[in-house]
């Protein structure tokens, strides 16, 4: 993965292939690695994958929000001269992407989100944050997989390093506050573009009723379930989860 970063301007990104953009959005707690068998399964296929490196804890407090990281993604498709791009996003990044769709739909051909927030008020942990407590932290993570032995020691300890770092803190917490305002409940079904809804059948964070509140408001998308999984498909059941994508794109045309 390393070996694909590239910074230019304010932009530290990951790509990888030709064709088609699949741009990715993280979530909050996640990072670029979460998405290795995307990386590694849609350039063999005739895309090209972009992971820019969404900047959670280096803007100041009061521009801390979902809408400037959905700002900051189109200056992203700008400076890379992309027109018509798939956006995937997990969680907070499942979030940045909806928003970013609602704003500027002209760039967006294709929307893909599974465990998203946008909906669901409780989707950030009400109680993540706490520092100094590496166990709580630890179920905490183990909590977003339905098998807990994905959430590794390196996973543990991101987030627990994310937590622990004051400023980091404060910002996730301004982050979640702000995915709670932003919520998209009214602004979903006035958008048309095409969305496939991935969702863990097992997810706790954002319950299985979201995804299905997602595809009821959305007025073109498509809901795909995935079993004994939980908030982050992509990383748990990687495979079904490229073949569940990959199906749909050719399904639309994509």
Known sequence: MKDHLRQEGKFTYLEKGEGTPIVILHGLMGGLSNFDGVVDYF???????????????SMSLLKTSVGTFAKYLKEFIEFKNFENVILLGNSLGGHIALLATKMFPESVQALVITGSSGLYENAMGESYPRRG????????????????????????DEVYETVSDRNKLVKTLAIAKSAIRHNMAKDLPKMQTPTCIIWGKNDTVTPPEVAEDFQRLLPDSDLYWIDKCG???????????NQVFHQWLKEREI
């Open 231 to 241: 908030h982050a498909a992509m990383m748990e059941h990687p495979e079904e989860f």
């Open 133 to 156: 407590d590496y166990d709580f932290i630890k179920k905490k993570a183990e909590a977003v997989f339905y098998d807990p032995e994905v959430a590794t020691k390196e996973i543990v």
């Open 43 to 57: 350039p063999e296929h005739g895309y090209k994958v972009v992971i820019p490196e969404l900047p959670l804890y």
